[in-house]
């Protein structure tokens, strides 16, 4: 897989074949093409492996609230400062334009994997979790920087949009994993946790999706902490627009001045076009975001699906995305331009969250109707996403190529730091998801046990509480108080066209239910039932924000680096082509670079 002639040191000895392998991990020559697809391959597939850790939660977020006793703000507050440590941990790996990047993805997932695999599903209580949880969440604030910069570096603009519609599979295929395998394991996997601390919700084991997640990740990092390889700074630190320049990026390397490249790195990446454009993609993929975090929520308690189809419908929308991301990087690169492909991706995300946020005025819209909208959102969600890496490296390369990372962590900041806020204030517009979330697991449980019981029960909170409180009161007070319950069930006959005999029989077949079972139902039946009629409403409101987001990103757009127009595209790559030519033939004429293939 990797040249040993492409790792000698320059300066002699160096440090030996253990120390390569492991931590000295430089390249003082641009790769061939069979290491160079082995390295990005790798990035690729250690991404898709973070993102299966990282949104691993969302699938399994009902058991793990109800097993570690979390109310809904808590669980979102995990989310908010997981994310927030992911920003910090995006500035931090600003560094890696100094240190390098390959050594903070190998290592970023030994960490990752181990906490994953071990420390999350061992977590004695909700504390614990919110720890170990918060210290992936700066881990992958680092990779979200590193390994978009590891893919940039052996990736020249002519192939950027594929490259990184490879990358943004990361998130995607993550995505895709968890809800594939969720939604076929979820309600099969008791092997580790079952036996200790038993079935937890609905008969769901959650620790088990983390050991399986985590103990892949491990196996995955031991083979990035093997193989993986990074271009010395020389030979990173500079524009490369086709492999025609390879020989040209290698004579510059010689004589690069990396110290004056450096100076005052975060002050060269403060422009509008670097900060705006990151700011702009942050806002448009909130809607992203709040679909990989509270989506299986989200259809579980407003539209009463079970967590496996909820899951499910992950399958669809991330599928279709990946497709997305992967097909239009590499249009993006045929034609050479990337603002058109952005400006289809956002119009028509914004037309499909507008008909995703109608579609919840409807409570009982099918699993197929949201299974197509989504997937049109996805797929135009991968029409902005994949060339706006491109085009935002490429920005960032038109203000100094050598600080590649330092641009990437004012995203990973920025992005980090929106997605905390948003999440933050989410709880505040869906106010209903707390009672939803902290009850609404144990009440569909004994819907699923005692589904005429509760028929029933919601019946004569309708009916009796609503016309007659008392008769509701004295029954509640005494369910064998003959006079209020034949009152009861001649209120109900009338109401629902029974007779009274049968209203009378569907009464008494609530002494079925468990006293506890009907304590809880008794207390917090209406609760539910009103904020299940709400949380549409207050949903939808959500989703218009998100719309509003999405529009906000037009505008930026025509601030970044790039043409409209692939006419025009193309006649500066063939200028440029020109000018390499002649910086060639100078440098061959002076005798600075020997003929190379």
Known sequence: MVENAQVAEAGGSGPGPLARTLWHRQLERYPNTGPRYAYLLIVVVATI?????????????PQITSQLHMSFPF??????ISNAL????????????????ANLVAYGLVFTGAMIAFGVPNSPNKYAYLIMFSSVGFVEGIMLVATPALVRDYSPQVGRASAMGFWTLGPVIGSLIVAEVSSRTVNHFHFWYSGAQGAGLNGVV??????????????????????????????????????????????RAKGLDLGEALRH????????????????????????????????????????????????????IWAFDAIALVAIGVLSDKVRVRKPFMAVGGLGAIAMTSLFAYQTY????????????????AIFLGFAFSPWMASFTETVEKRNPALTATGLAVWGWIIRAIVSISIFILPYVVTTM???????????????????????????????????????????????????????????????????GQATTQLLALKALPPSDLAFLTAHGAQLQSAQSAAPREWRTWWWVCVGCEAAFIPFIFVMTGRWSPRRAKRDEQEHQELVERELQALGTSGGVAAQA
């Open 49 to 61: 492996m973070l993102y299966y850790q990282f949104y691993v939660q969302g699938a399994v977020a």
């Open 75 to 80: 669980f979102v507050y995990i989310v908010v």
């Open 86 to 101: 992911g920003a910090f941990g995006s500035l931090f790996a600003g560094l890696a334009d100094r240190w390098g990047r």
């Open 206 to 251: 959650w620790q088990d999706q983390y050991v399986v997640c985590g103990i892949v990740g491990l196996v995955v990092a031991a083979i990035a902490v093997l193989f993986l390889k990074e271009l010395s700074p020389n030979l990173r630190d500079q524009l490369m627009v086709s492999l025609r320049d390879r020989a040209l990026v290698e004579a």
């Open 265 to 316: 790195p975060w002050r060269q990446m403060m422009h509008l076009d670097i900060v705006g454009s990151a700011a702009a993609i942050s806002v448009f993929l909130i809607v992203y975001y709040t679909l990989i975090g509270f989506s299986v929520l989200y259809f579980v308690f407003v539209f009463n699906f079970t967590t496996a189809q909820a899951n499910s419908l992950g399958v669809w």
């Open 362 to 377: 409807n409570i009982h819209t099918g699993y197929y109707t949201f299974a197509w909208i989504l997937s049109l959102l």
């Open 434 to 500: 707390t009672p939803l979330f902290e009850n609404g697991p144990r009440a569909q449980a004994i819907q699923a046990q005692f589904p005429a019981q509760v028929q029933t029960l919601t019946t004569l909170n309708n009916v009796v509480g609503k016309n007659d409180p008392q008769t509701l009161a004295a029954l509640q007070a005494n369910p064998n108080n003959l006079a209020a319950g034949l009152k009861a069930a001649t209120e109900i006959a009338t109401a629902t066209h029974i007779s009274v």
